[in-house]
C-alpha cells in the first residue's frame, strides 16, 4: 500500500480541473490532476509534491513522472537564467530521473509518450560545469521545436496547447511586442502563440482552462490591445479558488486598462492564499519571490488609486526576517525589493516618517534598497526646503549606486537602470527648490526619458509615474497647458506615449487634468473628466489635493475642498 496520503485528506482547494491518464489508480488520478493544475498555475513545488504522491499510488506512471519533472523545470515566469542556485538541484533530480520517465513512456499512450519524449530537449544532456556552460537559448529552442511536433499531432488537446504556449512564449519572455508599436519584436513568437491561444480559447473548455487563461494574459499584456485579455482575466480569476498566482493574474491586464480597484482585489485574494499555503508548511525559495510579486503588485496598484493604508499595510512582507534572509540566498533577485517602502513613502508624501526610518548598516551589501532609501531622503528633504541636506542625499545616494554590482535586479530591470530615473528626479526637485526652474524641468525630462526607457515590467520597475511630479510642478508654475499635455499623456488621452507608459484612470493624474481644463475654462472637458474624477477620489483614502505631493502649498489649489474633492465640476 502507498505511503501517500489518501485524497480524500483535506487539501486545497483547486475548482474540478481534470486531465484522464493511463492509470487504474484513483488515487494516482487524483494527485495528477492536483499535479497539472498547479503546473498550469507556475506552482512548481506543489506539482512536484502532487506527482510524487501520484507516483507512489502508481510507479508505473510515466505521465506522472514527467509531472514531476516537468514542475521543476523552467516556465514563463521562471527561467533558466534567473533560476540561480535552483538550476543544480533541478538537474539533480532531472538526471536521476530521466532515463525511468522514457522507459515508462515506452507503453504509455501517444500524447503522455510525446510529452516525455520533448521534456527531454528542456534539458542539457549533463549538469554544465560553470554558468557560462549554459547556452539558455539552445534549450528553449529546442524545447519549443519538440513541443510543437507534440502539439501538431494533438491540436485539440488543451493541455498540449498551453504547454506549447509557454514554450514559445519562453523563447523571447518579456520581449514580445514592440511597446512603441505593438508589433511582435524580431524573434518573438507572439503571433504563433496567440494563434495557438485563440484556437484553445474558442472552445467552451479553453475559456474555462487555467493554463490557457493565463498565458493569454501573459501574451497580451504587452500587446497593443491588452483590454483584450480582461474577459480572460475575469474568467480566471476565483477559477482555481486556491492557486495564488492564478487569481494575481488578471491584475496584470486591470492595471493596464486602468481598473485598479480590481487589481487590489486580485492581488488581495492572491495573498490570502498565500498565507493558506504558507500555513500547511516552509514555503520555498520560488514560491517567497511570487509572493513578493503578489505584495509588489498590491502596493502598486494601492499607489495608482490613492490608497495610503492598502500599500502600507501590504509592505509587511517585504519587512519581515524571511525576506532578510532570502536577500542573502538570491541577492541579485530579491534585494531590490527592500527599497520599495521608499516608492510608497515617497508617493504619499510622508517626509518625517522617511526622515525618521534609520539606514541599514550594510549599505555595501544592501546597495540598491540604500540607494532607494538616499532617493526617498533626498526628496523629503528638499520637499521641506533643506536644499543643503538634500544634496548631500543626492552625493550619497551617487555614492551607493556606483557599488551596485552588475546583475542586481529591480526586476526585472538592471537596478542601476532604475535607480537613474530616481537620480534625475532628484536631482530636478533640488534645483526647482533652488528657484532654478529650467534646470529643474531638463532634469525632470531627463528622468521621464529613462523611465519611458525601463523593460516592460508588471508592476513598473519604478513605481511613481515621474509625469506626475513633472506636471504638478509645472502647474506650481503656471505652464498649465504644459501641465494639461502631461497629464492627458499619462491618462491615455493622447496617443504620444506607449500604452506600457499610461496609466489610465489613476486618480492623481485624473485630478491634475480637471485642475488644468477648470483653470483654463474648458468646461466640456472638465464636466467629461469629473465624474471619473469623482469616482476616483471617493476610493483614494488620502486628500488628493496634486498629483504630487512635492508640489509647494497643494493645500492652497484653488477650488478644493478639505478632502480632495473639488467643489463643483467647473468652476
Known amino acids: 500500500m502507498s505511503s501517500s496520503p489518501p485524497p480524500s485528506e483535506p487539501y486545497f482547494d483547486i475548482g474540478k480541473f481534470h486531465r484522464e491518464i493511463s492509470t487504474t489508480s484513483p488515487e494516482a488520478q487524483i494527485w495528477f490532476d492536483r499535479a497539472l493544475v498547479w503546473i498550469h498555475g507556475f506552482h512548481g513545488d506543489e506539482a512536484a509534491h502532487c506527482a510524487e504522491n501520484a507516483l507512489l499510488w502508481d510507479p508505473t506512471s510515466a505521465i506522472s513522472l514527467w509531472a514531476m519533472l516537468a514542475a521543476l523545470s523552467p516556465n514563463y515566469a521562471k527561467s533558466w537564467a534567473v533560476m540561480g542556485p535552483m538550476k543544480n538541484s533541478t538537474m539533480e533530480v532531472w538526471m536521476k530521473n530521466k532515463d525511468e520517465m522514457l522507459r515508462l513512456a515506452e507503453n504509455a499512450p501517444p500524447v503522455e509518450a510525446g510529452l516525455c519524449k520533448a521534456l527531454i530537449h528542456r534539458f542539457p544532456p549533463d549538469t554544465p560545469e560553470t554558468e557560462e556552460d549554459w547556452d539558455f537559448a539552445a534549450l528553449n529552442h529546442a524545447y519549443a521545436e519538440a513541443m510543437g511536433h507534440v502539439y501538431d499531432q494533438f491540436p485539440d488537446d488543451l493541455d498540449v496547447a498551453s504547454l506549447y504556449a509557454d514554450s514559445l512564449l519562453c523563447l523571447s519572455p518579456w520581449k514580445l511586442w514592440d511597446l512603441g508599436t505593438g508589433e511582435p519584436l524580431p524573434g518573438s513568437q507572439a503571433v504563433r502563440t496567440k494563434q495557438v491561444l485563440d484556437k484553445a480559447y474558442a472552445t467552451p473548455e479553453g475559456k474555462r482552462h487555467p493554463g490557457i487563461l493565463h498565458l493569454y494574459i501573459h501574451l497580451m499584456e504587452m500587446s497593443g490591445t491588452p483590454e483584450n485579455a480582461v474577459p480572460a482575466g475575469d474568467k480566471l480569476h476565483g477559477l482555481i479558488p486556491d492557486a495564488s498566482h492564478l487569481n494575481h493574474m488578471p491584475s496584470h491586464i486591470y492595471v493596464l486598462v486602468g481598473d485598479y480597484r480590481r487589481a487590489i482585489s486580485a492581488n488581495s485574494r492572491a495573498l490570502f492564499d498565500d498565507e493558506l499555503y504558507v500555513s500547511k508548511g516552509k514555503p520555498s525559495l520560488w514560491y517567497n519571490i511570487l509572493r513578493l510579486h503578489n505584495m509588489h503588485s498590491l502596493v502598486y496598484a494601492a499607489m495608482s488609486s490613492g490608497n495610503w493604508e492598502d500599500a502600507r499595510d501590504n509592505l509587511k512582507l517585504v519587512e519581515t526576517d524571511t525576506v532578510e534572509d532570502l536577500a542573502r540566498t538570491m541577492p541579485n533577485v530579491l534585494e531590490g525589493f527592500l527599497g520599495t517602502w521608499a516608492h510608497v513613502y515617497v508617493r504619499f508624501g510622508r517626509w518625517d516618517e522617511i526622515l525618521a526610518k534609520p539606514l541599514r548598516d550594510d549599505p555595501e551589501f544592501y ?9 526617498a531622503r533626498g526628496i523629503a528633504l528638499a520637499a521641506q526646503n533643506r536644499v543643503r541636506e538634500a544634496d ?8 551607493t549606486m556606483a557599488k551596485i554590482p552588475k546583475g542586481r535586479l529591480m526586476f526585472p530591470n538592471e537596478a542601476i537602470d532604475v535607480l537613474q530615473v530616481g537620480e534625475a528626479m532628484l ?11 529650467q534646470a529643474a524641468f531638463e532634469h525632470l525630462r531627463e528622468a521621464m526619458k529613462r523611465y519611458d526607457g525601463l523593460v516592460y515590467g508588471e508592476p513598473w520597475s519604478w513605481m511613481m509615474p515621474v509625469r506626475h511630479a513633472y506636471a504638478a510642478l509645472q502647474l506650481q508654475q503656471g505652464h498649465i497647458e504644459e501641465a494639461l499635455k502631461t497629464y492627458e499623456d499619462d491618462l491615455g488621452y493622447s496617443s504620444t506615449l506607449a ?7 489613476n486618480v492623481w493624474a485624473l485630478h491634475g487634468y480637471h485642475e488644468c481644463v477648470t483653470r483654463l475654462g474648458l468646461k ?3 464636466q467629461m473628466v469629473y465624474p471619473h474624477l469623482r469616482l476616483a477620489l471617493a476610493v483614494a483614502d488620502v486628500p488628493i489635493t496634486s498629483s504630487c505631493f512635492c508640489r509647494l502649498n497643494i493645500q492652497k489649489a484653488n477650488g478644493t475642498a478639505a478632502n480632495g474633492v473639488p467643489n463643483g465640476c467647473c468652476q
Open 367 to 375: 546597495s540598491c534598497s540604500t540607494s532607494m532609501h538616499r532617493y
Open 524 to 526: 466640456k472637458q472638465a
Open 499 to 505: 500604452l506600457a507608459h499610461q496609466h489610465p484612470n
Open 427 to 437: 536631482e530636478g526637485e533640488i534645483e526647482y527648490r533652488r528657484g532654478n526652474f
Open 392 to 399: 548631500i542625499e543626492l552625493e550619497e545616494m551617487k555614492r
